[in-house]
């Protein structure tokens, strides 16, 4: 009974790690995203058609 519950509290933990890893990279998700949008309105029109194009082919493949 022991080693069951032992190997289930892994178990949990690896399934903890992964939620929190998860939510970590979201968040940096979001905060890159920010980034590039106060970057589009510094730059030229032209420069932001090229990378909007670029994020929406990254977000398709």
């Keep these: 009974m022991n080693m ?3 190997a ?3 178990k949990e933990k690896k399934k903890m790690t992964m939620t929190m ?3 970590i990279t979201m968040t ?3 905060r890159t995203r920010l980034v590039t949008r106060k970057r589009f ?4 029109r032209k420069c932001n058609k090229f990378n909007l194009s670029v994020l929406s082919l990254t977000v398709l493949a």
């Excluded at 309105?41 to 030229?44: L, Q």
Aim: net charge positive.
């Design 4 to 6: 069951k519950n032992k």
């Design 21 to 23: 890893t998860m939510t």
């Design 41 to 44: 309105k510094k730059t030229t």
């Design 8 to 10: 289930w509290e892994k």
């Design 28 to 30: 940096m998700k979001k």
